[in-house]
């Protein structure tokens, strides 16, 4: 279904079910290629709204992006999400990949900025006290993910989501700017914003609370990263300049050196967050489930007890 169709009401679908997604990312080889679809074999059983496939900054994963979301939309045959990020692409590049995309009857788009990718020579790691951007258009590229969502919202055919930040996107000056430029996003075309990974649901609630009082009426997806383990976690966290909180660092202490404990702690934590947020009303869970699917089964079947 259309991500406008699916969220149409910003709340659960009529059954109350809320609508399930599950994000993957491109494998390196085949062979992790063909685990891929075993796990979206399993996980399609939990009748998901969608897959989402990522969208390198790099620009070698791309074309297989795009392979994979055809493969997912017209083999497997469940709905896809393409991410696409405007990282060093011209946009006659990007309108070929939008061309593709409709060609394979994809119409659901996560539209993105992106982050520069690390090895680029004047890659800067980003942080608060630096809050400039390090993004530099590409010269024929679109200058920012507005522009992106306005050209792909010219043809109907495409129904796009955006990003959310609940702590606060780095490289925004404050709350204030930062939800100014996500009503930005979703007044250009995005129909649902799906939030960066959090550990704790304070955050959520907050970031809904200004998104609300900015008058932003797209329902928001939180997404969920169940910890897989202790060093995962953290790199995640500092990758996506997400707050692990004292409690859950106190937790992961124990599992330094422990995946199947630390694991097994990420599905309690997930559970957890998951069932608040579901009571809150949230219209869907969108989880990182960085193509494994033991996790995210774990957390579905304990939110919903046969
Ligand atoms: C659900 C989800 C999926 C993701 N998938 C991918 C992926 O497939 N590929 C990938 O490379 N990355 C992906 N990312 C990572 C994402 O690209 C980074 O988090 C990035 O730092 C910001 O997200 P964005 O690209 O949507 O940027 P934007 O939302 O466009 O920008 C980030 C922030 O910078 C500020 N900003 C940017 N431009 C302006 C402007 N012109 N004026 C004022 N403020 C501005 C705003 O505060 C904004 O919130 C994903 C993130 C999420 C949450």
Known sequence: MRLDQLYKSGKPDQTGKPD???ELFPPKTPEAVEKLFETVGRLKRFQPAFFSMTYGAGGTTRDLTLDLCDRLKNKSGVETTCHLNI?????QDLLENLKRLKAMGVYNLLALRGDPPKDQPDFKPASRL??????????????SSVELIEEARKDPWFSIAVTGFPEVHFEAKDRASDIAYLKRKVSAGGCVIITQLFF??????????????????APVVPGILPILSVSQVRRFADLCKATIPPAVAKELVKYENDDEGAAKYGIELST????????????GLHFYCLNRSVSAEKVLKNLRPA
């Open 272 to 283: 957890r967050m998951c069932g608040e947020l579901l009571r809150s009303g949230v219209p």
């Open 130 to 143: 630096e809050p400039a951007s390090r993004f530099k258009p590409h010269p024929d590229g679109f200058h």
């Open 200 to 217: 704790d649901n304070a955050y959520f609630f907050e970031f809904m609370g200004h998104v609300k009082k900015a008058g932003i009426t």
């Open 20 to 22: 399930i997604s599950f």
């Open 87 to 91: 990282i060093g692409q011209s946009k």
